[in-house]
C-alpha cells in the first residue's frame, strides 16, 4: 500500500513537501516515482529514484525545482517541491515498481494521490 500526504493549496513561488508510506509487500526497495495528473491531461512523470537512492530521475519542467528522496528506514518517499508554478497544480500520485523513469508502465503499484493547487 502507499498512502501520500502532504498536498494543498499554495501560492505562485511556495513549496509544498509530499509524503508517500509503502506498507505491506511495498517498500523502499522498489523504485519509486512521482507522477501528476492535471485535469484533462495525461497522468506524467515528474521524478523517480531508484531502489538504493543512486539515481533519480526528473521531468524537464520540474528540474532546479523539485526534489526526489526517501528514507529506507521509514520506507518514505518525498517530493519537495519548491518554487512552485500554477502549472504545477495537479493530482500527485506516488507508484512503486521496478523502473524509476517518467513511465507509467514501469510502476505496478499506484497510491490514491493527493492534490496540489498553486494560485498565480
Known amino acids: 500500500q502507499l498512502v501520500e500526504s502532504g498536498g494543498g493549496s499554495v501560492q505562485a513561488g511556495g513549496s509544498l513537501r509530499l509524503s508517500c508510506a509503502a506498507s505491506?509487500?511495498?517498500?523502499?526497495?522498489?523504485?519509486m516515482g512521482w507522477f501528476r495528473q492535471a485535469p484533462g491531461k495525461e497522468r506524467e512523470g515528474v521524478a523517480g529514484?531508484?531502489?538504493?537512492?543512486?539515481?533519480?530521475y526528473y521531468a524537464d519542467s520540474v528540474k532546479g525545482r523539485f526534489t526526489i528522496s526517501q528514507d529506507s528506514a521509514k520506507n518514505t518517499v518525498y517530493l519537495q517541491m519548491n518554487s512552485l508554478k500554477p502549472e504545477d497544480t495537479a493530482m500527485y500520485y506516488c507508484?512503486?515498481?521496478?523502473?524509476?523513469?517518467?513511465?507509467?508502465?514501469?510502476?505496478?503499484?499506484w497510491g490514491q494521490g493527493t492534490q496540489v493547487t498553486v494560485s498565480s
Open positions: 507508484a512503486a515498481g521496478r523502473g524509476y523513469g517518467g513511465s507509467c508502465e514501469d510502476f505496478a503499484y
Open positions: 505491506g509487500d511495498i517498500n523502499t526497495r522498489y523504485s
Open positions: 529514484i531508484h531502489t538504493g537512492g543512486g539515481s533519480t
